[in-house]
């Protein structure tokens, strides 16, 4: 069984989730966007073996402390986003200053594909969903075993991801939501990246925006 513990950082109250394994304590950081040290002392109070870190997509909210955790867990592998949001990746400085927040600076990531699995836990793996929308290389991890689906920005309660972002597509985001995440069971646990979480059916039965 994984713990899932959220932690809010940056100044857009990302919601950073430590998935830490109950019985081995390693653990697997998504979306450090920042406040590495919170993040950090977490890990350290609780024991837990960091294996490795999840990116949703390039948003700096999102990767904004993945270097000084990297710092900190140089033996590490940084697994996402998707390809296609490079540009993002080599436009930190621009997004510091478009979001007001501060840059790490860069790092090494292996980028991943629609349909890949990361068996990262003896007992949970996480299989690659790419859902571009809010951002083109943006991608969600679906862990069957533990019946939760990490979305980033793509999915809110109530809401979707903001498209007026660059290269975002309300299209494709709509069409991501549809055919890649509302095919998982209704009863899967959604973890958001802003403003709480939901389930696959509740969205499915009353999200104004997907109908
Ligand atoms: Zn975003
Ligand atoms: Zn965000």
């Known amino acids: 069984m994984l713990d899932i513990m959220t932690l809010q950082v940056t100044p857009f109250a990302q919601d950073c989730r430590i998935l830490a394994h109950q019985e081995t304590s390693d653990a697997v950081v998504v979306d450090p966007g920042g406040d590495a040290q919170l993040i950090i002392s977490v890990l350290e109070q609780q024991g837990l073996k960091l294996k490795a870190i999840l990116l949703t997509h390039?948003?700096?909210?999102?990767?904004?402390?993945?270097?000084?955790?990297?710092?900190?867990?140089?033996?590490v592998k940084v697994y996402g986003p998707h390809r296609d949001d490079e540009f993002l990746l080599q436009s930190l400085n621009q997004q510091a200053q478009m979001f007001g927040i501060d840059n790490s600076g860069s790092f090494e990531c292996e980028y991943v594909g629609d349909g890949e699995v990361l068996k990262l836990f003896d007992d949970a793996s996480f299989k690659v969903l790419h859902t571009p929308g809010h951002t083109p290389g943006g991608v969600c991890y679906y862990c069957?075993?533990?019946?939760?689906?990490?979305?980033?920005?793509?999915?809110?309660?109530?809401s979707i991801g903001r498209t007026d972002f660059p290269r975002g597509n309300f299209a494709d985001l709509i069409n991501s939501i549809k055919t890649k995440l509302f095919t998982l069971p209704d009863s899967t646990d959604v973890f958001c990246g802003h403003m709480g979480d939901t389930t696959i059916g509740e969205e499915k039965a009353s999200n104004p925006y997907v109908r």
């Open 144 to 158: 069957q075993e533990e019946n939760f689906v990490i979305v980033g920005d793509t999915l809110f309660p109530g």
């Open 58 to 75: 390039a948003h700096l909210d999102h990767v904004g402390g993945t270097k000084d955790l990297l710092d900190h867990y140089p033996q």
